[in-house]
């Protein structure tokens, strides 16, 4: 979504809040169980699920390179609308300016399956962001997600939910829809849809949804009347600074939501540094790894939507919204394959079904039911058990430190290139 997305005026935001409210039909929910001081048994072995999101990033820009995924194909070159072409090239610094990444530029970068109007889309928003569309970072970059990608699961099929930007893929994640939203613009929207917290509620499994936090715009599940003016659902909706101290202390709920989207510092959204974006989130994994829960925990790290990067893969389209295009997930478990690279169809859905099928709830929409699941890149009969995190090499810190960054005043002069989200 991006920290530019707070251009809306404040007393915008305020109407639209009101106007959620009047327009709220009311939804039945079943009466909630009390949370089990246990932790609720499943299907599985997974009693924990962590869903990590980090924002604008497409397949082939974080591992359209890395060996035995379906990456970068050979010769490719796009044109630039001027006479030329741009081919796919590694990216030499740690961040970009921000790229077009509305549904209307989805669209155009789509072109009716042949995937090749990226560098088009880009270059009519600003000359010369078409070069950075077509660019993709490897491991002297983001050598901690290579990491894991070695050491666990790598999912090379998994698609953002629709064309179209942050929140209304997000809404996928957790609601199995986006309830007709193809912008950012959530207040006012009048949506209020049911959602997997709800379910969890009624099977009495504790969550939490933990975000990054700025004034005056509130984290995407309390835009949602029934969950905002339900005061033991809003107390589960927290600032992100509660997220690693829960985890050292071995307190994290069995259903964590973790919403990076406000915070540039560490969502990795254009034009922060993916670098780090990257080092924050390692010490997230690192410390669950190092929890009395990881022997019963799940990861998924996965992106919310491609940001406007180029991606070879033509998505299929599963209804009227998508599937958008490829974006990364890595599933991080001590059950997670070693090494393997997972080709199962999946989006984001695919996440609420896991859930779903993990602790036998009923499926919220057709697009849940019928989505991939990522089952199978588990091994539940404790085969997959002797998996241990690797910690990161000395090296790998030094070369990423020594990456080429662009001086502070050029930065600073590519923030006003940046598109403001729809």
């Keep these: 979504m991006g920290i530019q997305a707070i251009r809306v005026p404040i007393v915008a935001f305020v109407l639209s809040v009101s106007l959620i409210?009047?327009?709220?039909?009311?939804?039945?929910?079943?009466?909630?169980?009390?949370?089990?001081?246990?932790?609720?048994?499943?299907?599985?072995?997974?009693?924990?699920?962590?869903?990590?999101?980090?924002?604008?990033?497409?397949?082939?820009?974080?591992?359209?390179?890395?060996?035995?995924?379906?990456?970068?194909?050979?010769?490719?070159?796009?044109?630039?609308g001027r006479g030329g072409s741009i081919s796919p090239h590694h990216l030499t610094t740690s961040w970009t300016p921000d790229l077009p990444h509305s549904r209307e530029a989805m669209l155009q970068s789509y072109d009716g399956g042949r995937n090749d109007g990226f560098v088009l889309a880009a270059e009519t928003a600003a000359h010369g962001l078409g070069s950075f569309a077509m660019g993709y970072y490897d491991r002297r970059q983001i050598g901690g997600y290579w990491d894991l990608a070695d050491n666990y699961t790598l999912a090379d099929r998994y698609f953002q939910s629709m064309f179209g930007p942050t929140i209304p893929n997000r809404l996928y994640s957790f609601a199995g829809q986006a309830g007709g939203l193809t912008t950012n613009r959530i207040g006012g929207s009048g949506l209020d849809l049911p959602t997997i917290f709800d379910q969890l509620e009624t099977h009495g499994i504790s969550w939490k949804y933990y975000s990054s936090v700025i004034p005056f715009y509130p984290p995407i599940p309390l835009n949602f009347p029934h969950i905002r003016n339900n005061q033991r659902m809003a107390s589960k909706v927290v600032a992100m600074n509660q997220l690693l101290p829960d985890v050292v202390r071995g307190v994290s709920p069995q259903v964590v939501f973790v919403d990076t989207e406000f915070d540039p510092d560490i969502s990795e959204h254009p034009v922060a540094s993916v670098t780090t974006g990257e080092e924050w989130t390692m010490q997230i994994v690192g410390a669950i790894m190092a929890s009395p829960q990881w022997s019963s925990t799940a990861i998924?790290?996965?992106?919310?939507?491609?940001?406007?990067?180029?991606?070879?893969?033509?998505?299929?389209?599963?209804?009227?919204?998508?599937?958008?295009?490829?974006?990364?997930?890595?599933?991080?478990?001590?059950f997670a394959k070693r090494g393997w690279i997972d080709h199962t169809l999946m989006d984001h859905t695919s996440l609420m079904r896991f859930i779903a099928d993990n602790w036998n709830m009923p499926y919220l929409t057709d697009r849940e039911a019928q989505a991939g699941s990522p089952t199978n890149a588990f091994v539940f009969d404790h085969s997959g058990s002797a998996n241990k995190f690797v910690p990161l090499p000395l090296a790998y810190a030094q070369v990423t430190n020594e990456l080429m960054e662009p001086a502070p005043l050029a930065r600073d002069s590519l923030l006003s290139c940046q598109v403001e989200d729809p």
């Design 21 to 80: 409210a009047v327009a709220f039909v009311a939804v039945n929910f079943a009466a909630p169980r009390p949370e089990s001081s246990v932790d609720v048994a499943g299907t599985t072995p997974i009693r924990h699920v962590f869903v990590i999101m980090k924002e604008n990033h497409a397949f082939d820009n974080y591992f359209g390179t890395f060996p035995g995924a379906d990456g970068i194909p050979p010769n490719v070159a796009l044109s630039d």
């Design 300 to 334: 998924f790290l996965v992106w919310d939507e491609s940001g406007g990067f180029y991606d070879h893969v033509a998505p299929p389209q599963v209804d009227n919204w998508g599937y958008g295009f490829r974006v990364p997930l890595l599933l991080i478990s001590p």
